[in-house]
């Protein structure tokens, strides 16, 4: 009997460990999807280095308590799925949204971003987020602006004065 107690134990741990180390954790009820949309949508998130998985909701209820995030137990009731981001905060959020507008049965009930309680509306406004990688050539396309602009005033004035002379 103590034998399953410390198994239990230790699977509160592993998932209040994967609360507290992931910078993107979202809850979602997947009841309705059939297998092959379930293994479709596990490749995906796998694929993105995003780890999926299925806990029992006592379990989950005692690590989100243990990490602080007792905000979440409303969201932990009926069949759910967690799906840990561990590289990029955006991309859990962005699969799982992209896959719920396909397929209507997946259903995102909440999430935690870097530490804080998001609702769905706010994992939903963060699926719609640009890339990291977008975001970085936004950034880069802004700082350019300024010297590609002297650059062609300079090449202007210049044209201009070859033309004069």
């Known amino acids: 009997m103590s034998s399953v107690l410390e198994q239990k134990k230790q699977i509160v741990q592993e998932i209040t460990e994967k609360f507290q180390a992931s910078p993107s954790t979202i809850i979602v009820d997947y009841r309705g999807l059939n297998v092959s949309e379930v293994t479709e949508l596990r490749k995906q998130l796998r694929e993105a280095g995003i780890d999926f998985k299925v806990y029992k909701n006592s379990m989950t209820r005692r690590a989100v308590e243990a ?93 201009q004065k070859e033309e004069g002379a």
């Open 67 to 159: 990490a602080g995030l007792t905000g979440l137990n409303d969201a932990l009731t009926g069949p759910n799925a967690i799906a840990f981001g561990v590289e990029d905060v955006v991309a859990p959020a962005k699969i799982l949204n992209t896959f719920a507008k396909k397929h209507d049965a997946l259903e995102i009930k909440a999430g935690v971003i870097e530490g804080n309680i998001a609702s769905v509306e706010e994992v939903k406004a963060l699926a719609e987020l640009p890339s990291r990688e977008g975001l970085l050539s936004m950034l880069l396309s802004v700082l350019q602006a300024p010297v590609r602009n002297f650059a062609l005033a300079t090449k202007a004035v210049a044209d």
